[in-house]
T-cell receptor, first 113, second 110 residues
Framework: EAGVAQSPRYKIIEKRQSVAFWCNPI?????LYWYQQILGQGPKLLIQ????????DSQLPKDRFSAERLKGVDSTLKIQPAKLEDSAVYLC???????????FGEGSRLTVL | TQLLEQSPQFLSIQEGENLTVYCNSS?????LQWYRQEPGEGPVLLVT???GGEVKKLKRLTFQFGDARKDSSLHITAAQPGDTGLYLC??????????WGAGTKLIIKP
């Protein structure tokens, strides 16, 4: 069974530029999460999808972050414009159900200069 | 707001020693998950505990869910360098929200 795929693995941009991350969850997983993780800390939920609907985006900085999950399968997370404090690893995870085990991708490490 | 406090934040011990990591909350969780994350990787689930008082063992790792389902512990016996990583607990709270601890960075020195 293929795992959660994320790209790119690494991205370096200047502040005020834009960036997009892509995630392809495990086939059949209805729930998809985007997390932000600062080095050595626990993940912070940015947005949770159930199929193609948003369940929780209360911690998403909506003035600069956006996310979509078209057709309830893969998802993109966009940051525009980026700030220095956005430097982090962006983790995508999927789950077969809302309270189930999360399967994580390897993450996309963003550095904003 | 439900919170999950994890301690210690950082632990560095010698190979062969025992250790315990704690996750505590004033809130009740329907279940609690433990993950381990290695550098450059995403977290990987170790175990899910569901019933109050439940104890689960995974080789040298022992997980316990508190009787009131507000706290949990992870005990590692005879730690090995391969146990090095970031240990994360996550509780399933109200509205099916997953509440994460801040993590325990564990280093096992050979």
């Amino acid at each position: 069974e293929a795992g959660v795929a994320q790209s790119p693995r690494y991205k370096i941009i200047e502040k005020r530029q834009s960036v997009a991350f892509w995630c392809n969850p495990i086939s059949g997983h209805a729930t998809l999460y985007w997390y932000q993780q600062i080095l050595g800390q626990g993940p912070k939920l940015l947005i949770q999808f159930q199929n193609n609907g948003v369940v929780d985006d209360s911690q998403l900085p909506k003035d600069r972050f956006s996310a979509e999950r078209l057709k309830g399968v893969d998802s993109t997370l966009k940051i525009q414009p980026a700030k220095l404090e956005d430097s982090a690893v962006y983790l995508c995870a999927s789950s077969p159900r809302r309270t189930g085990e999360l399967f994580f991708g390897e993450g996309s490490r963003l550095t904003v200069l | 707001t439900q919170l999950l406090e994890q301690s210690p934040q950082f632990l560095s011990i010698q190979e062969g020693e025992n250790l315990t990591v704690y996750c505590n909350s004033s809130s009740v969780f329907s279940s609690l998950q433990w993950y381990r994350q290695e550098p450059g990787e995403g977290p990987v689930l170790l175990v899910t505990v569901v019933t109050g008082g439940e104890v689960k063992k995974l080789k040298r790792l022992t997980f316990q869910f508190g009787d009131a389902r507000k706290d949990s512990s992870l005990h590692i016996t005879a730690a090995q360098p391969g146990d090095t990583g970031l240990y994360l607990c996550a509780g399933v709270g109200s509205n099916y929200q997953l509440i994460w601890g801040a993590g325990t960075k564990l280093i096992i020195k050979p």
